[in-house]
């Protein structure tokens, strides 16, 4: 299966711990984050990677190169900025998907690395879109994800309102989807945020009746949204709890 990975932003916060390097260059050892989440993929089964790049794609396409290294073979979209947000970036991938199903990450997310095993064959064992789902306390900084006994997807909404959420599954960011969401991106409008979110697909996928399925996922999550959280990978990589 192809993977598309999202490695456009900047990382704000994480502007302390290196100014000017983009957040998927933010070193876990001797690699950096995107480095762990393609060798992570490799491992399981991925062997095409479409990267969408942004601020300083230059530094990632330098330092990922074609892939070769970590047994991919990686190919590089630049998103228009001017069209800000996950949904925009998805979009870019449609002629790298070419009509077949995709795992999906961020490039700044974690997981233990099996975890793209389990999506794709969760998604082959029904061929429905499977987003990959964590528990968390409040899911206010991601997505609450709303499903039924049978794992259902019944509604997703982005960055709640913190205390406001009925449920605690958080979208992971990591999903397989089928060519199918570039339907439901194509006439994205902006959301209050001004962005183009890829949730918002998910939601018209699920008003339109389809079946999207979650998968909860098994050992680790962890983003690397600011220096702290990048201070809680690198110790968990000291301790070879990544998987790799």
């Given at each position: ?9 900047k990382?704000?916060?994480l ?20 480095e ?22 230059d530094?990632?396409q ?5 892939g ?11 998103q ?15 002629p790298?998907?070419g ?10 997310i ?14 082959g ?34 960055k ?30 902006p959301s ?36 702290e959280?990048l ?14």
């Open positions: 299966m192809k993977a598309v990975v999202l490695a456009a932003g990382g704000t916060r502007a302390t711990v290196d100014p000017g390097l983009p957040k998927v260059l933010h070193r876990i050892g001797e690699r950096p984050c995107i762990y989440i393609l060798a992570g993929m490799a491992k399981y089964g991925i062997d095409r990677v479409l990267l969408v790049i942004g601020y300083r794609g530094l990632i330098e330092a990922i190169g074609c070769s290294h970590l047994g991919l073979a990686v190919e590089y979209a630049e228009d900025m001017s069209r800000y947000g996950t949904g925009a970036a998805v979009q870019m991938a449609e790298f998907a009509g077949e199903p995709f795992l999906f990450s961020f490039g700044d974690l997981v233990y690395p099996r975890n793209y095993k389990y999506l794709c064959d969760a998604y064992s029904t061929g429905c879109p499977t987003i990959g789902v964590n528990w968390t306390e409040d899911p206010k900084d991601g997505a609450a994800v709303y499903v039924d006994d049978e794992n259902r997807v019944l509604d997703i909404i982005e709640p309102e913190p205390g406001t959420s009925a449920t605690h599954w958080n979208q992971a960011g990591v999903s397989v989807f089928t060519a199918g969401i570039f339907d439901y991106l194509r006439d994205l409008k209050a945020r001004g962005e183009y979110e890829l949730t918002h697909a998910v939601q018209r996928m699920l008003a339109a009746g389809e079946r999207v399925l979650a998968y909860p996922l098994e050992g680790y999550w962890q983003d690397i949204g600011s220096p959280d201070a809680r990978v690198q110790a968990m990589a000291e301790r070879g709890m990544l998987g790799l």
